[in-house]
């Protein structure tokens, strides 16, 4: 164990992965396998500019705040295919096709999830919607989306139960099997 119970495990983990050799596999497309992991990095990080910190600490404060974190998250699809696909193995190809029907398939459920509290804060503006829950919190007249957000929250970052897309058994890992170094860091960075 790294640190006292572990607690620098994470910081090991970055500088072993930043540390090692970038190896780009002889029958991949160089170029789209380059990109793939860059591509999904902006994205998830594009996401954190409407984000609030604070009441008044944000990047970019637009109203239509949260349909901008679900344009992001949709666009992140297509560095997974891109990166299946880029690399020429028909595992990750294949992974990638399964990561890429259950981020659809619950992003779809999360949209919905979110309408009541689209609904109770009467905008799409984050700030607002944080701000409208100084009197109540909305996870408490909305428990059972609550719940429902969390299930779509698990998939969407493939933990278990729903880590069929990495399918170790039969998959090896998904569509980043043929990733190493900073481009199979960069993947992570989306959860």
């Known amino acids: ?3 006292i119970f572990g607690l620098l495990q994470a ?40 984000i609030p910190f604070d009441k008044y600490i944000v990047i ?24 299946g696909w880029s690399s020429n193995s028909k595992y990750a190809f294949l992974g990638s096709l399964r990561s890429a029907a259950q981020l ?25 919607i944080i701000l409208g829950q100084t009197d109540i919190f909305y996870i408490i007249p909305l428990f059972p989306s609550f719940i429902l957000f969390f299930i779509s929250i698990l998939a969407e970052t493939n933990r278990v139960p729903f880590d069929l897309p990495e399918a170790e058994s039969e998959l090896v890992s998904g569509y980043n099997v043929e990733y190493s170094s900073i481009g199979f860091t960069f993947f992570f960075s989306r959860i």
Do not use: H, Q, R
């Open 1 to 3: 164990m790294v640190g």
């Open 104 to 128: 659809i398939s619950y992003e779809i459920s999360m949209g919905l999830v979110i309408m009541p509290v689209l609904t109770l804060a009467g905008s799409t503006n984050l700030s607002a």
């Open 11 to 50: 910081i090991a983990d970055a500088a072993k992965l930043l540390s090692k050799e970038t190896i780009i596999p002889l029958s991949s497309n160089t170029i789209i396998f380059i990109i793939a992991p860059i591509i999904t990095y902006i994205i998830s990080f594009m996401t954190w500019c409407v």
């Open 60 to 83: 970019s404060d637009i109203n239509l705040g949260i349909l901008f974190v679900f344009a992001m998250s949709s666009l992140g699809v297509y560095g997974i295919i891109m990166s």
